[in-house]
């Protein structure tokens, strides 16, 4: 390939693509695939009551990457739900501590990993919160 200059003009280069090439073409990007994933809100924006959020479906995924924050005192679990239809707390691993969450509750702001592979749907449930509130958000993984 020729050097080509500062100011050079042409099209710019893809991947896959020399510099030089200016056919019209389709370029697939082989290298940067990546796993699918999909952004879920768990709880609505700044909750200052217990109760459940959202129910997300979780199909193939089979990570569910969490974030809590808030500004309150707050216990969040995470519940699956599975053809019975009843809901039940998963336990959650706790990225920042590198232990499992104590006794399934999630009381602290951070990233949590919940292994859903198999259930119907998942949900966080705010068992207790005081003094301010509480948001969670996820990450479903493939």
Do not use: C, H
């Not at 020399?18 to 796993?35: E, L, M, P, Q």
């Not at 919940?114 to 068992?127: C, E, F, L, M, P």
């Amino acid at each position: 390939m020729a050097e080509v200059p500062l100011n050079y003009a042409g099209p710019v280069p893809t991947s896959g693509r020399d510099i030089d090439d200016t056919a019209s073409k389709v370029v697939t990007d082989t290298v940067n695939r990546g796993s699918f994933t999909k952004m879920v809100p768990l709880l609505s924006v700044d909750k200052t009551t217990t109760g459940a959020g959202t129910s997300v479906e979780v199909k193939s995924f089979k990570t569910l990457r969490v974030e809590v924050w808030g500004t309150g005192t707050y216990t969040v679990q995470i519940q699956a739900v599975g053809p019975s239809g009843t809901a039940r707390t998963l336990q959650a691993w706790d990225n920042t501590n590198n232990q499992f969450a104590n006794g399934k509750n999630i009381t602290a702001a951070g990233f949590y990993d919940i292994d859903v592979q198999g259930y119907t749907s998942v949900k966080a449930n705010v068992t207790a919160i005081s003094g301010g509130n509480v948001n969670a958000s996820g990450l479903l993984m493939a």
